[in-house]
């Protein structure tokens, strides 16, 4: 078999909140001995991807697109303008929902964090509340929100349709990715910048902001557990993430042959 180019999301496809699975975590190490290229694309911040993964990928798509790395070398760097950043924090205001713009390592609070009692963890990156931050030294690349229910959550989504792509986590927030630069544009990018063919690609997630990823690879994975749209854009639908669905995948599609 000629060597792939594997895309894989993290949350709901890869780990959940106790860490990656320890079948993924094999099931990336033999593809990357058998000579495949995997990269992680995900909508977090670089510093978590790096940490999360060191010794288990090649690469990462870290903010849904707007930053990557390989091999240690940032291959794009492409961080929010000052006018996308007005932007983005006109619409979190008009949509009354806290944000938190997240750069490589630092994060800065927009509207009270705590808003409607959510506490999201941001492991081991250093925060600038809001107040203490000018939108002149901000160097972020993706953000997320904080909604209080299911009705204010439909409403932010109206607000930024059609410019932004709103990623459910189900527990309050959801991370956001802009329409004219996503997980899409950066596996495209990536497959084209390494030498590969979109034949030689594949991409396995779960959510809404996977679907554009879908379309630009080869070959689409999605995981029983994710999202309607996901599993409608997909090429095939894997087992559930923790039924090891990703090494059920990958010996379907005759990547791997190993057992277990």
């Known amino acids: 078999m000629s060597n792939k180019i594997l895309f894989f999301d993290i949350d709901g496809t890869l780990a959940d909140q106790e860490g990656i699975l320890p079948s993924n975590k094999k099931a990336l ?12 694309a995900s909508g977090r911040p670089a510093g978590y991807i790096r940490r999360m993964f060191s010794g288990l990928a090649d690469g990462f798509i870290a903010a849904n697109g707007r930053r990557i790395e390989h091999n240690d070398s940032i291959l794009l760097d492409n961080s929010f303008t000052i006018d996308e950043l007005k932007e983005i924090i006109k619409l979190c205001k008009a949509s009354q929902c806290a944000y938190c713009l997240l750069g490589d390592g630092i994060v800065y609070h927009g509207n009270p964090l705590y808003l409607y009692g959510h506490t999201r963890p941001y492991e081991s990156i250093d925060v600038i509340h809001e107040n203490q931050w000018d939108i002149h030294d901000v160097k972020a690349y993706a953000f997320d929100i904080i909604y209080k229910d299911k009705d204010h959550l439909k409403t932010i989504k109206r607000n930024f349709d059609g410019k932004y792509i709103i990623n459910d986590h189900f527990d ?31 991409a396995f997630g779960d959510g809404d902001n996977d679907v554009h990823m879908f379309e630009a690879a080869g070959t689409a994975v999605a995981m029983e557990n994710g999202t309607s749209a996901a599993r409608k854009a997909a090429d095939y639908v894997t087992r559930h993430f923790k039924e090891d669905g990703i090494f059920h995948a990958l010996k379907h599609l005759k990547v791997l042959n190993s057992l277990l």
Do not use: P, W
């Not at 190490?29 to 992680?40: D, K, P």
């Not at 309050?172 to 690609?201: I, P, R």
């Open 29 to 40: 190490r033999e593809l990357r001995s058998n000579g495949h290229t995997v990269m992680i």
């Open 172 to 202: 309050g927030s959801a991370d956001v990715s802009s329409v004219s630069f996503n997980k899409g544009h950066a596996v495209a990018y990536v497959t084209n910048a390494l030498g590969f063919s979109q034949d030689d690609s594949y």
